[in-house]
């Protein structure tokens, strides 16, 4: 098979065969829709030998690869990105012009596919970014959500949660294979029986699905690689009941469809907070049973000798969602394939490996034994065993030690029986690895101890990364052709070479060509907030932003009480209008439909936006901005367009965050605490480059060992307890307290995030800020620094770590 001609006339030629042959309507007749399908077609074309190419390499070389297993993928628009990967942009759009269309028109039609919740379903996307662009043979494994993240609306200042029917106007990127379903099953009972003298168990299912693969080109890097993204979609196994049917009962005879069906429907909305609903389980067993099913049958090959399954295969799970996988890989292999215990044990060490991506005791999934139990009966069986043979290596080393061994089993007894999931993971992953510096190191001293102990050497840090083609290449058009001119080509691959940059800082005609494209970067983001949102940011505005889901940990409050504090300065005549840096406040965040203080926290932005920038003592020099619906499409506009990054989660809860990679590495200086990846983003950048304020973990855990007391700072420091009392006042709720009160009070009485204890560091910081700002030449000297120190953070950095301390997966051509 051979592509089409790399021409303008090629192209054109191509996409008018796709608009004519596959989308049925001549070039006059067609709809935005068709001339966009039919160029997502024409792109799909240039990558398609490359790709079968690839699957049939993959297939013969039995190299060892790894299998990413993942939840969530939040993709992003994909059409771009493949336009950029085939190096095609340009003929494309010349292509088109010559058919009287836009590619910037066509562009905009493509719906994001949003089937994950924030930063670990963006993480999983940049790295199989990477991995295609690194030539590592690799699969992602994940679910293809009928319904993505919600799509976020206002109404009177709150949310308003839409579906996200991302699917309607067609998935030209999608290849489903539906004579290659798998089989998955749930329910039933176990039984033994007897095997030749041998005693062996069994399950009886009691119901099951299709899992259909849904096949997505995942292209390197301008490198002729094509990974593949596998997403399972369910579908019922029988066809609705015609019997019933044709008798008058509907809902009746499509109930069963509609149960099975629904497993692959909608992405669970929540972020850092496991759903402990029977639904959820039933999503992870479903996809990951899937993909295991089909790397054994379809990726490996025939014969294959499954006791070297470890030398052919690494499942790495992206956090606990798909850890189910460790009891169906025992399962496949003892009752299925016939081997022994010990050795699918030993077999199953070697496949797996463990990627923690939080903190916070109360995200680290658990599943109630009865739950598990009567979902997977197997499984729990399985678990069983693996936690009874654990815990007696566990006395055998550190004698009957009952505490210990409570702490560590893999089956919680309280507040109900259940099976913690971190646990299993960790005790079959060859490694453990958490997501930046100080996140791996308190994973291995707070939340897991024992079992740093226990098993020196598994514990391991891989830091975060972000891809370079789509947060700086694709997002950021001008500072990467600035960064060319500077650098040479082919930084996208090679980010270090951001370096070079550094020997330009002190030429005063590169630092005005940088501060150019950020202007340029402010205009272009102003073009998109004008048409969706109506608003925009003012001319000589400090851009400042927080972009991030809404979660009391990151806190948006403390950037609220800055905002409020200003505004409450200027009222009280504290401080002079004139004074003000001007600035404009821009949020973004989505909050999980059912978590109540996180949706009060957007309102209360929302009237404070309201109040704020229509009041006139202001003379518009501050405003807050809430664009609604925050997704990849917009963060690549607002990022490349801000000067001040937050990043103000208190220290040793953020495990590492990733858009504070993303707005450094495009010239915003970040304003954070010593938390996550910030620690290692001010290591690089250095401190004249970095606002860093805040307690850093060990003094968070002194003041909370002491007695943490919010009150105590309301009342001692002045500027905060007026900004508390105007919020309280109901100033931002037309003189309504009853609003906004469940906010102050959580935040006077409880403040589990020391939101108050932070403010005064914060508000200095902020200050220096200012000052910063106003020398604007200096300003940008540290931006082009941020930019030119930042190169690390790189996905395909990360991904050579995986490789060197997790993997041992070579590249291959
Ligand atoms: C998130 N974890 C963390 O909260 C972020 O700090 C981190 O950057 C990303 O993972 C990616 O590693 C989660 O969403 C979860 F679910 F694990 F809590």
Redesign the pocket.
């Known amino acids: 098979m051979t592509s089409p001609p790399l021409t303008v006339d090629g192209f054109v030629s191509e996409f008018l065969l796709n608009l004519n042959f596959d989308g049925g309507v001549s070039l006059s007749e067609s709809s935005t829709n068709d001339r966009y399908l039919a160029l997502a077609c024409t792109v799909r074309d240039y990558l398609m030998a490359r790709w079968l190419e690839d699957l049939r390499k993959q297939k013969e070389d039995q190299a060892k690869g790894v299998c990413y297993l993942s939840a969530e993928y939040l993709l992003g628009r994909q059409l771009d990105n493949n336009l950029l990967a085939t190096g095609l942009s340009e003929i494309a759009a010349e292509a088109l012009e010559s058919c009287g269309l836009s590619l910037d028109q066509l562009r905009e039609h493509e719906i994001e596919p949003g089937l994950g919740?924030?930063?670990?379903g963006r993480?999983a996307a940049c790295f199989i970014d990477s991995l295609a662009t690194l030539g590592v043979p690799s699969i992602g494994y994940g679910i293809r959500y009928e319904y993505g993240i919600f799509r976020q609306t206002f109404e009177d200042g709150q949310q308003v949660e839409q579906p996200d029917a991302w699917l309607t106007l067609g998935s030209p990127w999608e290849f489903p294979h539906p004579e290659r379903s798998q089989l998955v099953s749930f329910g039933g009972r176990t039984e033994t029986y007897d095997d030749d003298g041998v005693t062996r168990s069994r399950w009886i299912p009691a119901w099951n699905v299709n899992a259909i693969p849904c096949n997505y080109m995942v292209p390197g890097f301008q490198n002729g690689r094509v990974n593949t993204l596998r997403l399972w979609r369910a579908k019922a196994t029988d066809a609705f009941d015609l019997r019933i049917f044709n008798s008058g009962d509907y809902e009746e005879a499509v109930r069963a469809q509609t149960f099975a069906e629904n497993i692959s429907k909608v992405l669970y909305p929540e972020?850092?907070t496991p759903q402990g609903k029977e639904l959820r389980l039933q999503q992870q067993y479903f996809f990951v049973a899937a993909s295991i099913a089909d790397f054994l049958e379809n990726v490996l090959a025939d014969g294959y000798d499954l006791t070297r399954l470890g030398d052919r295969v690494i499942f790495q799970l992206n956090?606990t969602h798909p850890v189910i996988a460790v009891p169906e890989l025992m399962r496949v292999l003892v009752d299925d394939r016939g081997m022994e215990w010990d050795t699918a044990w030993e077999v199953t060490q070697q496949c797996f490996a463990y990627t923690c991506?939080?903190l916070?005791p109360e995200?680290l999934e658990v599943w109630p034994v009865e739950l598990l139990g009567r979902l997977l009966p197997r499984h729990l069986e399985i678990i069983y065993r693996i936690n009874d043979e654990f815990l007696a290596a566990v006395r055998e080393r550190f004698g009957d030690d009952e505490l210990r061994i409570r702490n560590m089993s893999i089956i919680a007894e309280h507040p109900e029986r259940s099976v913690r999931m971190a646990y299993l993971a960790t005790v079959a992953g060859s490694k453990v690895n958490g997501?930046a510096e100080l996140h791996s190191q308190l994973l291995r001293d707070k939340v897991l101890p024992d079992f740093d102990e226990f098993y020196p050497g598994k514990f391991t840090n891989v830091t975060?990364g972000v891809t370079p083609r789509r947060f700086l290449r694709l997002a950021n058009p001008e500072l990467s052709a600035l960064i060319t001119e500077a650098v040479g080509s082919g930084w996208e691959s090679d980010l270090d070479r951001l370096r070079g940059l550094e020997e330009h800082v002190d030429d005063a005609g590169f630092r005005s060509a940088f501060a150019e494209v950020k202007a340029a970067n402010k205009r272009r983001l102003n073009e998109v907030l004008r048409a969706r949102d109506g608003f925009e940011v003012a001319d000589g505005h400090l851009v400042d932003v927080m972009v991030k889901r809404l979660h009391e940990y990151k806190r948006q409050l403390l950037k609220v009480l800055h905002v409020v504090s200003s505004y409450e300065g200027v009222l009280s005549g504290r401080i002079a209008v004139e004074d003000l840096q001007p600035r404009t406040v821009l949020f973004g965040a989505k909050a999980a439909p059912g978590y109540a203080m996180a949706k009060r926290i957007i309102h209360l932005i929302n009237a404070i936006g309201s109040t704020v920038n229509d009041d006139p003592r202001l003379q518009g020099r501050l405003k807050v901005l809430f664009p609604p619906n925050y997704n990849v499409t917009l963060a690549e506009r607002v990022i490349p367009a801000a000067d001040l990054s937050e990043q103000i989660s208190l220290a040793g809860k953020?495990?590492?965050?990733?858009g504070n990679m993303k707005f450094a590495l495009n010239g915003a200086l970040t304003i954070g605490t010593d938390d996550?990846a910030n620690v290692e983003i001010r290591e690089l950048v250095g401190d004249d480059n970095f606002f860093l304020f805040g307690m850093a973990e060990p003094e968070v855990e002194a003041l909370s060992a002491r007695g943490y007391r919010p009150s105590e700072f309301y009342q001692a420091d002045e500027d905060l307890r007026r900004a508390i009392d105007l919020i309280a006042s109901g100033a931002f709720s037309g003189g309504d307290r009853t609003v906004f009160e469940p906010v102050v009070s959580n935040l006077l009485y409880e403040d589990r995030f020391m939101v108050l204890a932070d403010f005064a560091s914060y508000m200095a910081a902020q200050e220096r800020v200012d000052a910063a700002y106003a020398d604007e030449d200096a300003w940008t000297r540290s931006a082009i620094l941020n930019v030119a120190r930042t190169g690390f953070f790189s996905s395909d950095r990360s991904i050579t770590d995986y490789i060197d301390r997790i993997w041992h997966t070579p590249p291959t051509s």
Request: aromatic share 0%; hydrophobic share 30%.
């Open positions: 919740n924030g930063g670990l993480l972020d850092s956090d991506h939080t916070l995200a997501v975060n953020e495990a590492s965050g990733t996550g």
